[in-house]
């Protein structure tokens, strides 16, 4: 049982869906992560929130729009995915930088499949 | 060139070996150096977090960082089947909400 949980755990939608990823962290952190991971390439940085303020945004589509409502909660709401979308979604959370970085911490993502 | 390089494996190793997983970087900013364990379809566990150079030891986990040569090291003792996954290297720079990920080495231990 991680203290980052993310829902659902399996999405398979069409091209023309909306469709939204949640994800909680019970650890107590200010800073929260979505990650994109396709097979045999390193974790793809989306955005951070610090604070419940955005505070990265990597040159992602605008299909992707993120939402963070308070420290304990993010979402990644979907539409319009390309089957290049299709990917492992993993959100992560941490203390944000201060006096020294401290490691982010994962939840078990949510496995997105675009027909 | 990569920011980190990581040799993608897979590696085999019969059961008890040492295991020796390695990353390099380019970027000498990097002061915060992580390695995370994932499971099939489970999210990254973080492993080991150590700062500069030196070693750190946890139980059969030895993670060693050399900042001259950019290169960072993971050694497993004992090894067990149930190491068998994805081992991810992770590296940070101070003050930096970005960490960079290695793309993972996979690991089969054989009983």
Sequence with gaps: ?????????????????????????HLGHNAMYWY??????????????SLEERVENNSVPSRFSPECPNSSHLFLHLHTLQPEDSALYLCASSQAPGQGNQPQHFGDGTRLSIL | QKEVEQDPGPLSVPEGAIVSLNCTYSNSAFQYFMWYRQYSRKGPELLMYTYSSGNKEDGRFTAQVDKSSKYISLFIRDS????SATYLCAMSARGSFKTIFGAGTRLFVKA
Aim: charged fraction near 25%; include cysteine.
């Design chain 1, 36 to 49: 994109k991971q396709s097979a045999k390439k390193p974790l793809e940085l989306m955005f951070v929130y």
């Design chain 2, 80 to 83: 067990q089947p149930s190491d």
């Design chain 1, 1 to 25: 049982e991680t203290g980052v949980t993310q829902t659902p755990r399996h999405l398979v939608m069409g091209m023309t869906n909306k469709k939204s990823l949640k994800c909680e962290q």
